[in-house]
């Protein structure tokens, strides 16, 4: 699979935080070990809540683009998450 190529997509348009990054963590917690998580977003606050998201549990934020006021986000899962 090419970093780029999400094994699943998450639409959270519309939702405010905390809502995105607790649904990308609960979408993450299905996917395998380096499988990558397509999020789109709205939230103006989404890209910090990300980066911190991931720097917290080990995932890993590798891309991040913006089209017409939806964020989205490639978030690739860790070897584990912490407890």
């Known amino acids: 699979m ?3 190529e999400a094994a699943a997509s998450l639409d959270v348009v519309d ?4 809502l995105p990054v607790l649904k990308a963590r609960k979408a993450l917690g ?14 103006p606050g989404a890209a910090e809540d990300f980066a911190a998201f991931c720097g917290a549990t080990g995932h890993r934020l590798i891309g991040q683009s913006e089209t017409g006021g939806i964020q989205r986000f490639l978030i690739q899962k860790g070897p584990s998450e912490p407890a």
Do not use: H, Q
């Open 2 to 4: 090419a970093p780029d």
């Open 30 to 43: 299905a996917l395998s070990p380096g499988a990558v998580l397509e999020v789109l977003a709205s939230d």
């Open 15 to 18: 939702l405010k935080c905390p």
